[in-house]
């Protein structure tokens, strides 16, 4: 395609302590363009566009935008100038509404009727619907996304920079997001598009930017090549196929009953729901944001008990146990949300190591904590996964969401849980990591683990779970087996059809 080129970037290069994060990157963005820009976690992404939006300034090289220098010395001075940023980890304050919410990122934001009404009008023709007053602690993390899409939006960029943007939505609402930015692009927004989606990438994006440990390998139309040929640009090598072979399924190890806990503020009730797996087996639990994910995983986890129904690992009864005699159990979870929940940004990756590993792994034994075995944990974590980071002392906040998820991931599967529940396991990471976190988690399962993987990724389901089950309003089906599945089917027992999708499958 031709156009006109609205922003470009000459030589940019930037260096922290140990790390050269971007070296000599020069590429441009076209008006009305959708350019995707690749790269595996840690080749230089995020910085390279924190840059642009005027987060971190550069060591070297220049950019323009509409041709006049573009220098931005802070995000203001970015946003006065055109440039719009939708961040992957959300910047939300939780006590607060979602107007209140976008109030305070917006430098002019008009009287606070006024901008209900701009939110609901935006939000609707977007089809990501908002209601202002709600607070965000009340949100579902799919919901959140649509929080910081919207705030953006209203600013009407020329430069619309967006940092996996479609993690936490379902299928549709990718479509209808990439409806809304064609619209944008044909009134001649350029969009700087992030993600790790590389069907994605191939379906929507015009020219794609990639990345390599910091420097540009190439700009290429993704069209004319297939995922794998993008994700062999991004690592430098062919990728792995997933291996499932090897597993057999025992007996059941992780038994649910009955469960329902009352609904939070503004929450999803659960309603008995009941399941069983068995050793060596995945089972996928697919649902649209804000269907009973959170709750499910806290229930299991132990974070909330004392609620109708039963939890049962290898026959012992954990319901009124609470998350670490759980752990201690060998029943361990991983949230959705890794960044505070999973993780605690100041702490170092040491020190988040010995949060869910001080039982299982002897780290810690008459209330002092073995400083020498935690650092080693850690590190072996680090190796295991691939953590690109220069090493455990590095605090969590400071790894890019991808390192930062194969390093939570990672220290639950490296206590070799009897039972591990994972939800949205490979949000917002790259191919080469998504394929290795799977594997990983085949790979427990193949060790005679029982895995029960929440997703929001359909095709992550399918390749990995033996079973699948829907969450719906906070009602599980009864779980069906994958092989032979379709999307359609799957549409229909995502929007409730209880039920009726066991006969269905079986026709």
């Not at 390998?217 to 994700?231: F, I, K, N, Y």
């Not at 190890?253 to 069983?276: I, K, P």
């Not at 009864?317 to 029943?331: I, K």
Request: charged share 20%.
């Amino acid at each position: 395609m031709t156009t006109t080129e609205l922003f470009r970037a000459e030589g940019l290069g930037k260096t922290y302590p140990g790390v050269r994060a971007n070296d000599d990157v020069s590429f441009s963005v076209g008006a009305g363009e959708i350019h995707a820009l690749l790269g595996e976690n840690g080749a230089g992404k995020s910085t390279l566009v924190k840059m642009i939006y005027g987060l971190v300034r550069p060591d070297a090289g220049h950019m323009r935008l509409g041709g006049a220098a573009h220098a931005p010395a802070d995000p203001h001075a970015a946003r006065a100038a055109g440039v719009g940023m939708v961040f992957q980890h959300f910047s939300l304050f939780d006590a607060l509404t979602v107007a209140e919410n976008i109030a305070l990122g917006m430098d002019a934001p008009p009287p606070r009727r006024e901008l209900s009404q701009r939110i609901a009008e935006v939000s609707a023709a977007y089809g990501l619907p908002l209601n202002p007053a709600r607070r965000i602690a009340s949100l579902s993390a799919g919901e959140r996304q649509r929080v910081e899409i919207v705030r953006c939006l209203l600013g009407g960029p020329r430069l619309l920079i967006m940092d996996e943007p479609t993690s936490v939505l379902t299928p549709q609402e990718a479509e209808i997001l990439f409806a809304t930015l064609r619209k944008l692009a044909a009134q001649g927004t350029a969009i700087l598009y992030i993600s790790h989606k590389l069907d994605e990438i191939r379906a929507h994006c015009d020219r794609a930017t990639i990345l390599r440990q910091g420097r540009v390998v190439g700009t290429v139309s993704p069209r004319d090549h297939s995922a794998r040929e993008l994700a062999a640009m991004m690592v430098g090598a062919e990728m792995r196929l997933v291996d499932r072979s090897g597993r057999q399924t025992g007996e059941a190890v992780l038994t649910v009953a009955g469960l329902t806990s009352a609904a939070g503020h503004d929450g999803t009730l659960l309603r008995d729901v009941g399941f069983a797996v068995h050793a060596g087996e995945i089972l996928g639990i697919g649902g649209v944001a804000g269907n009973g994910q959170e709750e499910l995983i806290a229930a299991l986890s132990g974070e909330t008990v004392g609620r109708p129904g039963t939890v049962t690992l290898t026959g012992t009864d954990l319901s009124g146990l609470g998350p670490e005699p759980r752990r201690r159990a060998g029943l361990l979870a991983a949230p959705e949300d890794r960044l505070g929940h999973a993780a605690v940004p100041e702490m170092s990756l040491t020190e988040n190591a010995l949060l869910t590993g001080a039982t299982r792994q002897g780290l810690a034994r008459g209330g002092l904590i073995d400083h020498g075995a935690t650092r080693a944990f850690a590190e072996r974590i680090i190796a295991a996964f691939d953590v690109r980071t220069p090493g455990p002392g590095t605090p969590a906040a400071s790894l890019s969401g991808g390192n930062l998820q194969k390093f939570v991931i990672g220290r639950e599967i490296m206590q070799q849980p009897r039972a591990l529940v994972v939800n949205q396991p490979t949000w917002g990471v790259d191919a080469g990591a998504a394929a290795a976190i799977r594997q990983a988690l085949l790979d427990l399962a193949r060790g005679g683990a029982a895995v029960v993987v929440i997703s929001q990724d359909l095709d992550e389901l399918l390749e990995l779970s033996d079973r699948f089950a829907a969450l719906n309003n906070g009602r599980l089906s009864a779980p069906v087996p994958t092989e032979g599945l379709t999307i359609e089917q799957i549409g229909l027992m995502l929007g409730g059809a209880h039920g009726m999708e066991v006969a269905h499958v079986a026709a």
